[in-house]
């Protein structure tokens, strides 16, 4: 369709059309252009509309197929009246359309909502020339509006057809402003589907371009694989792995997710991340056992005095696993006060079995992904601690040493010790799952030590899982050889002295354990020690003697530090014998107590006072030693007739009992007896036998009660002098404990009974109940 006011081509095919072409020319060159309603080749009258345009043939073109190509413009429409010729070409008569030459104002309106239209489609489409957009808005009627803008619209050949058959001018406006209003829409449409795909074909080229920018320099660099995410490379560690087939699987499974993400997507290097962690792992590395059990004690002697119980108990652990290779690793539990060497032995038992050894510190763990780790979808997840320790161990069957598993906490993120229940049982660690690998990981050959300076604090489910191994205080003498055989070497190496005939002699180590430690471990004294070996090199190079002069000197040197020299470098002595302990005064007793840092004499002061008979309990103390002492008070009152105390200094005064160092907490049971001691040495006003220390728990009825914590109480008693020491009699077999050194320097008294403990503390008879001569 060629439209009025247009200029438009097309090409005529051989036949009629040229030949009326070649009429046209040699006249007026005018034609009548008009739509067929079928694509037939020779139509028929009754395939043509009777509607039309007038066009003045501006250029015709023949080409060499016969066909000719016309430029034509259109001048105005018109209608056909009828056929004047139709031999080998057609002739009509046609008569032009009217068109209104006055405009009402409703033709204005939609003429200005068609321009207004156009301007917002003008916006969206910039294809339509200045020229056009000029003769549109100088339009002054509206049939040669609509003749110049609908060829101009991307209109479908219906509506087209439509407007151009249109004889109604004010229905032709109306169809042209939708139509336009229909475009501009579409248009905008496009351009925001345009602008979308223009944006992620830029993020796409972006993305493309700097893919190619690194795979050039991974060319620099060697890397020509073609591999930037590592997929490949860590398939080949994932199938090289000995682990078991569900970790292999889903590894894979990993790598094939890895190798289909571009390398610098999040989830890229999240997958990178988890699948290094599983290749880092020791799957299945063991190393050989030391079957050497000779080499194996010697190693542990050479490390650590004494032990003996755990000593025994990894050579009994190394003989079995010769004949038995499947034993699982025992988890053992080092209970015992600071310094005693638990942690250190850790590092010894690795080295007598010869296998690697890990550390982690529990204390002030709080948080349960601590243990098992976080989510991988969590930013900066990890493994938790018992992993990281395995990689970093690099076999499956160290010796893992967990530090102060007494000291763990618990709140709202989780309670760590519950983590620990799966680690520490046999029966479950040989299928470990972390949170961050979602995998099982097999821990049943970890030979896991922990240690604590008190069960109190640990769970009993945990308990439950792991083989206690008490490592108690140690003694003056034991002290003296571990400070002879192991801390004054280690100090001599650490200070420059090591390689000179330097040593601190027998009496001046006695000095230092007696005078400035008191402590049932040796951390003290190893750092007393190494002060000492300090001032010695101070003064040597105040002398003018460079140890490594000395050490090429044709003199041997030789130096011993004595206990004068020890009292010249430490100054004044820290601790001293408490003369109280041993002075006779009523109302005093010794007592023993146990500590998480080893034994310590607990003195009991009581002190009468007129008042009303009321109870008076200090020192910081606990709700079960508070129980005690109320029990010993009850129970001296019950049997005041029989003990031979008057009943009107129990009734007409008031009792003070005091357990001196206030600021420090105390506990427990095991003080009833020394509270009974001091109660009735008050209400007698006579001291106890000089020098004697006691411990044990007494009952309403009577009677003395075993106790805990001999071989620590026992030896604090000896630190401080105290020879004569009272024990229930349930505890007689705790004497094996005691090293002999001190049995034989000590003398143990042992009753079942409150009278018979009394007895041996006031040197005199005293009658119980089943004992009394009731009246007649």
Known sequence: MVFPQTVAPFFAPRGAGVKALEIALSEKQEVFLVPQKSKAENPQESDLYTTGVVAYILQTLKLPDGSVRVLVEGRERAKMQKYLSRQDYVRAEVQPLETPLEVNPATVSLMQIVLTSLKEFKELNNKISKEKLQAIYEADRPDTLVDLLAPLLNLTEEK???????????????????????????????????????????????????????KEIHKELGHEDGDPTGATELRQKVEALNCPSEVKEKSLKECSRLARLQASTPEAGILRTYLEWITDLPWGKKTDDNKNLKEARDILDTDHFDMKKIKERILDYLAVRQIQAKLKGPILCLVGPP????????????????????????????????????????????????????????????????????????????DPASALLEVLDPEQNASFTDHYLEVPYDLSDVLFVT????????????????????????????????????????????????????????????????????????????????????????????????????????????????????????????????????????????????????????????????????????????????????????????????????????????????????????????????????????????????????????????????????????????????KDVFLPEDNRRDLEEIPEEVRTEMTFHFASVVEAALGFFFSETFVSPDQAVLPA
């Open 339 to 414: 310094g005693t060497g638990k942690t250190s032995l850790g590092r010894s038992i690795a080295r007598a079995l010869g296998r690697s050894f890990v550390r982690i510190s529990l204390g002030g763990v709080r948080d349960e992904a601590e243990i098992r780790g976080h989510r991988k979808t969590y930013v900066g997840a990890l493994p938790g601690k018992i992993l990281q320790s395995m990689k970093r161990a690099g076999t499956s069957n160290p010796v893992f040493l967990l530090d102060e598993i007494d000291k763990m906490a618990s709140d709202y993120r989780g």
């Open 451 to 722: 240690t604590a300076n008190s069960l109190h604090t640990i769970p009993r489910p945990l308990q439950d899982r792991m083989e206690v191994i008490e490592v108690p205080g140690y003694t003056d003498l034991e002290k003296l050889k571990i400070a002879e055989g192991f801390l004054q070497p280690k100090e001599l190496k650490e200070n420059g002295l090591e390689g000179l005939d330097v040593s601190i002699d027998s009496e001046a180590l006695k000095v230092i354990i007696r005078d400035y430690t008191a402590e049932s471990g040796v951390r003290a004294l190893e750092r007393q020690i190494g002060q000492v070996l300090r001032k010695t090199v101070r003064s040597l190079l105040e002398e003018g003697r460079e140890p490594q002069t000395l050490r090429q000197a044709s003199e041997p040197f030789q130096l011993r530090i004595t206990s004068e020299k020890v009292r010249e470098y430490l100054g004044l002595p820290v601790w001293k014998d408490d003369k109280l302990l041993f002075e006779p005064r009523p109302g005093l007793a010794n007592g023993l107590a146990w500590t998480e840092v080893g034994g310590k004499v607990l003195p009991v002061e009581v002190s009468l006072f007129p008042g009303k008979g009321e109870l008076i309990l200090t020192g910081s103390l606990g709700d079960v030693m508070k129980e005690s002492a109320r029990i010993a008070f009850s129970l001296v009152k019950a049997r005041s007739q029989l003990w031979k105390l008057s009943s009107q200094d129990l009734g007409g005064r008031d009792l003070h009992i005091h357990f001196p160092e206030g600021a420090i907490p105390k506990d427990g049971p095991s003080a009833g007896i020394t509270v009974v001691a001091a109660l009735v040495s008050a209400f007698r006003g006579q001291p106890l036998r000089s020098g004697v220390a006691m411990t044990g728990e007494v009952t309403l009825t009577g009677r003395v009660l075993p106790i805990g914590g001999v071989k620590e109480k026992v030896l604090a008693a000896y630190r401080h002098g105290l």
């Open 160 to 214: 087209r057809l439509a407007l151009f058959l249109e004889e109604n001018t004010t229905a032709r406006l109306e169809n042209l402003a939708v139509a336009i209003q229909v475009e501009s829409e579409l248009a905008s449409l496009q351009q925001d589907i345009q602008r979308k795909v223009k944006g992620r074909l830029e993020q796409s080229q972006r993305e493309y371009f700097l893919n190619e920018q690194l």
